[in-house]
């Protein structure tokens, strides 16, 4: 009896997880896809492809060429193009897919946010007068800060922003999550931070931040999702799971 065959798009810490749930199962074979965007990529519990597909149709083939059973999009709630396009390969190759997607911050009590729908409707919201701005949405589009130079940026990614950006005043902050809400508290007080621009990301690795300003009321201009990619949506990994489990079931009563 064949194993069911697994690829899941990663880079959260969801994706982990859910491969190291699956990594002992003998009724499977997983493969964790990675973008390859991250220098030094953690080690991961399941074997590991590195780097892009080739768009909708190169990911369609690759499912067909590899007999994947079952494709799952754990990429990061922001990965929009991923996310679009394993929804295309998923219909172009006639194969089961769901995504993996963390829950949204919501606010509360305290809280200021701005909601927005894009990087740039958040660089324009910072408005006419210089502030201090925490940048935390990753090194990728920190360059849109481009359009507002009278700011003082304080950029935090994990890898460093190339290339670096042209306002005349930038500090750069290379780290990686999970944060503690005392340094963050810490560090929006040392560099004076007049408003945080973020994604609404969701998980618990980088809501410290969120927490921060709330004590500290600071404004947070936080970047909305856009609409999921068309496929079903779970978001706990228990749901994800069971998802398997039934498919995994069927295809055996059918002996593929």
């Not at 994604?199 to 999921?228: D, F, H």
Request: with cysteine; net charge neutral.
């Amino acid at each position: 009896m064949g194993k069911t065959r697994i690829l899941i798009l990663g880079g959260t810490t969801e994706s982990r997880q859910l491969a190291a749930a699956l990594a002992s199962r003998a009724d499977l074979d997983v493969v964790l896809s990675l973008a390859g965007r991250t220098a030094d990529p953690a080690a991961q519990p399941v074997p590991v492809r590195s780097g892009g597909f080739g768009g909708a149709e190169g990911l369609a083939r690759y499912l067909t060429d590899e007999a994947i059973d079952l494709l799952i999009d754990a990429t990061h709630p922001f990965a929009a193009r991923i996310s679009a396009n394993a929804a295309e390969a998923a219909a172009l190759s006639g194969i089961s897919a769901f995504a993996l997607r963390r829950q949204a911050w919501l606010p509360a009590e305290g809280d200021r946010w701005r909601s927005v729908r894009s990087v740039s409707q958040a660089i324009a919201a910072l408005g006419p007068s210089p502030c201090h701005v925490f940048l935390a949405i990753g090194r990728q589009e920190a360059h849109q800060a481009n359009a507002a130079p009278i700011h003082h940026y304080w950029v935090r990614s994990v890898d460093p922003v190339e290339p670096p950006l042209t306002v005349p005043s930038v500090t750069y902050i290379h780290a990686k999550g999970p944060f503690r809400l005392e340094d963050e508290l810490a560090m929006l007080r040392q560099y004076r931070i007049d408003v945080i621009v973020t994604k609404n990301s969701g998980g618990s690795a980088t809501y410290a931040k969120i927490e921060a300003a709330r004590q500290l009321g600071i404004e947070v201009i936080m970047i909305e999702r856009a609409p999921a990619a068309d496929m079903p949506v779970v978001e706990i990994m228990g749901d994800a799971l069971r998802r398997i489990d039934h498919l995994a079931a069927s295809l055996m009563k059918r002996g593929v």
